[in-house]
C-alpha cells in the first residue's frame, strides 16, 4: 500500500517562497499521475497542479500558473511543489495526492478532477501573511 507524506509548510510573508515535499513509499510511484491540492476554509478543495508519471506532462490551475510549479524526483519517490510569488489567497492545507487506478497514463482533464486520486497525504498548513 502506498503512503504519503507531506512535509515543507510554515508561514511565509506574501512574495515569499516554500517548497513542499511529498515522499511515497512503494515501488510503482514513477507511474502515478500526482497532484498538488489545496483546501482554503469556507472553499472547496482544489487542484493547484498535477504531473504525469513521467514527468514530461503537468496542468497548473491559472490561479497558480506562473508561481508555481510541481516537480518530480522518481529515483527519491518524491513530489514537491514549488511556490513562489506567494499571496495571502494561497493560504490552506496543501495535500498531495496519486491517481493510482490508471499507471502510466496521463489525461490533462481527468488530471484535473479530484475523483480521480485514490490516495492522499494528510496535509501540509501553508500561511501567507500580508
Known amino acids: 500500500q502506498v503512503q504519503l507524506v507531506e512535509s515543507g509548510g510554515g508561514l511565509v510573508q506574501a512574495g515569499g517562497s516554500l517548497r513542499l515535499s511529498c515522499a511515497a513509499s512503494g515501488r510503482t510511484f514513477s507511474s502515478y499521475t500526482m497532484g498538488w491540492f489545496r483546501h482554503a476554509p469556507g472553499k472547496e478543495r482544489e487542484l493547484g497542479a498535477a504531473i504525469s508519471g513521467s514527468g514530461s506532462s503537468t496542468y497548473y490551475a491559472d490561479s497558480v500558473e506562473g508561481r508555481f510549479t510541481i516537480p518530480r524526483d522518481n529515483a527519491k519517490n518524491t513530489v514537491y511543489l514549488q511556490m513562489n510569488s506567494l499571496k495571502p489567497e494561497d493560504t490552506a492545507i496543501y495535500y498531495c495526492?496519486?491517481?493510482?487506478?490508471?499507471?502510466?497514463?496521463?489525461?490533462?482533464?481527468?488530471?484535473?478532477?479530484?475523483?480521480?486520486?485514490?490516495?492522499w497525504g494528510q496535509g501540509t498548513q501553508v500561511t501567507v501573511s500580508s
Open positions: 495526492a496519486a491517481d493510482t487506478s490508471r499507471p502510466g497514463l496521463w489525461a490533462r482533464a481527468r488530471a484535473q478532477l479530484r475523483a480521480e486520486y485514490e490516495l
